[in-house]
């Protein structure tokens, strides 16, 4: 089992550090983020230490994911969210603030509800038939 002593979330996972628990079995534990974004934002991790989702194996990935599928049904049928954004920062250039695989899922509830997420680049064009040669699998 991966731990890491210097780790917030490992310590979380590990209850050496106290959080707001919504779910929790032997591989997953899901908890609110301290500094929510919306109301109701929650974080779900893998207990085992991996850095990203890109290196955490895929049956772990696969637990955390559904644990947070569960947890966005819930968003909406609780807390009357509108929509949910379920999404995994990988390193730094992502965003990643702790290096502990984690998800986050996030409420929504108007567009106007202060979490700002876009995907929309009207300006700037990337050639679609380079980037596709290079990331199709081969
Ligand atoms: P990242 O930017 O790495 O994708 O997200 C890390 C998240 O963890 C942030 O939203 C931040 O608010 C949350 N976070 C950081 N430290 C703690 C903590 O000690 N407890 C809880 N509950 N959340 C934390
Ligand atoms: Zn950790």
Redesign the pocket.
């Known amino acids: 089992m991966?731990?890491?002593s210097n780790?917030?979330?490992?310590k979380i996972?590990d209850g050496i550090i106290p959080s707001y628990k919504i779910y929790e079995d032997d591989d997953v534990l899901a908890f609110l983020d301290v500094n929510p974004v919306t109301y109701g934002h929650t974080l779900v991790i893998s207990k085992e230490?991996f850095e990203t989702a890109l290196s955490t194996p895929k049956d772990i990935l696969s637990k955390v994911m559904n644990v947070a599928q569960r947890i966005g049904q819930i968003q909406i049928k609780e807390l009357g969210a509108k929509g949910v954004n379920i999404l995994t920062n990988c390193y730094e250039a992502a965003g990643q603030t702790v290096?502990?695989f984690h998800v986050h899922v996030i409420p929504r509830y108007e567009a106007t509800d202060g979490f700002k997420l876009e995907f929309n680049t009207k300006e700037i064009k990337y050639p679609l038939v380079e980037v596709m040669e290079k990331l199709a699998e081969k």
Do not use: G, S
């Not at 780790?7 to 490992?10: G, R, T, W």
């Open positions: 991966n731990f890491d780790c917030i979330f490992c996972a230490h290096r502990h």
